[in-house]
């Protein structure tokens, strides 16, 4: 779950199908829509996806993306665009990007 400050909760955030072969995952995002634009994204990825690559072991982060805001911020953090699907886009991020991105953060 995602929280405010207030501890309200206003997402969630989670990884699922993880592939031990592959050290791959699907990526879950959801904020509620009046809390968009004000940093919960960016807070909880930062976190999340830190344990996902640096502590929990993974080398892949995937999603697939239906919707255009939802692409654009994904690829703002670092994802980029691997194939298109009959359902949207396919997204990718590594650990080697991910940590490369947080160095220069």
């Known amino acids: 779950m995602v929280y405010n400050e ?3 909760p206003v997402g969630e955030i989670s990884f ?3 592939d031990e072969n592959e050290k791959s995952a699907s990526f879950n995002i ?3 829509a009046r809390y968009r634009g004000k940093g919960y994204a960016k807070a909880t990825m930062d976190l999340m996806l830190d344990y996902y690559f640096n502590e929990f072991g993974g080398e892949v982060m995937i999603d697939e993306v239906i919707n255009e805001r939802g692409i654009r911020v994904l690829m703002s953090y670092g994802f980029e665009k691997v194939d298109k699907t009959e359902v949207g886009i396919l997204l ?3 650990k080697d990007k991910f940590n490369q991105i947080k160095k220069s953060d």
């Open 92 to 94: 990718r991020l590594t």
């Open 6 to 8: 207030n501890q309200r």
């Open 16 to 18: 699922h199908c993880y």
């Open 30 to 32: 959801k904020i509620q």
